[in-house]
């Protein structure tokens, strides 16, 4: 049964950090998008989403990131709901308020979590079935990476980003650094130079996932391969890496998505809380959070 919320409620809904724990680039395809392997996992911390429905359109900006996006022309927000309208006729959308927290262009998936958080808003407020498939073609025009977010919970991820695969991961505690450097998606793709029809590698097979010690171990045989392009971008990366890889108990370290965003892996969120404290002391001006991820 469909249940539509009463008159002038305001709807919430958080919009996690998305973490690729790993990212293969398996080529690029003759549309120039390159297609992927990642395991996608979602982190405890994210920007937040409300919607009071009505008939206007419209987006208001609060939080620490605000400002980065002030300038913006048009939020990913506003283009899922734009995309969603486009298939669903008489769709009711609304006054957004997004509470950004999240670091822009940083391979968090942010503004593509924005965007999927923005679906489920209104979704519930026009009474549409999660599994309705306009929802995931709004997804997939809005971005490569709302499909992945929209079904919010941790698998792995083919294609330019539409095919889902759900795949339960164990929990760690995670650290999350970016050196406050934002990287655009568009360049380090670019940075690759792969000719459009190239291939170059195959999707890994499914890892063991079920234990902790099972996924590191597969996870260590894995890569990110945006990692040297963000790099050469980005050259801070490396000493986010040493920093990370200095912290008691850290597990694995790697880059999401196209950076700079970098990530630790530990055991608990206690071990994760205590080397987060460590980063952000020895490093004031990076963005450094501790979380729960999986
Ligand atoms: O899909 P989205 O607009 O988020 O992608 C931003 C840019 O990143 C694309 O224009 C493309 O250059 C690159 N990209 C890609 N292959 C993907 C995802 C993104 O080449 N699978």
Known sequence: MVVHPPPNAVLRERAPAKVNLT???????????????????????????????????ALALEGPGAPALAGEGDNLVLRAARALAAR????????????????????????????????????RANGLETDDDRLFEAALATGSDVPACLYGRSC?????????????????????????????????????????????????PAPEAASRSGLLAWLRTELNDLEPPARALAPVLGAV????EATSGARLVRMSGSGATMFALYDDCRAAAAAARIVAAAHPGWWVKSTVLG
């Open 88 to 123: 669903v006729p008489g769709l009711v959308t609304g006054r957004f308020t997004l509470a950004k927290r999240l670091p822009v262009a940083a391979g968090l998936g942010g503004g593509s979590a924005d965007a999927a958080a923005a679906l489920r808003l209104l979704a």
């Open 23 to 57: 990212l293969r680039v398996l080529g690029r395809r003759a549309d120039g998008y390159h297609d992927l392997s990642s395991l996608v996992a979602f982190a405890g911390v994210g920007d937040r989403l409300a919607l009071l429905p009505g008939t206007e359109l």
């Open 241 to 244: 890496e040493r920093a990370l």
């Open 156 to 204: 792995r991820m083919g294609g330019r980003g539409e095919a889902i695969t759900p795949l339960a991961l164990p929990r760690f505690g995670a650290v999350l650094v970016n050196p406050r450097v934002a990287v655009a998606t568009v360049d380090v793709f670019r940075a690759l130079a792969l000719a459009p029809g190239t291939r170059c590698g195959e999707a890994a």
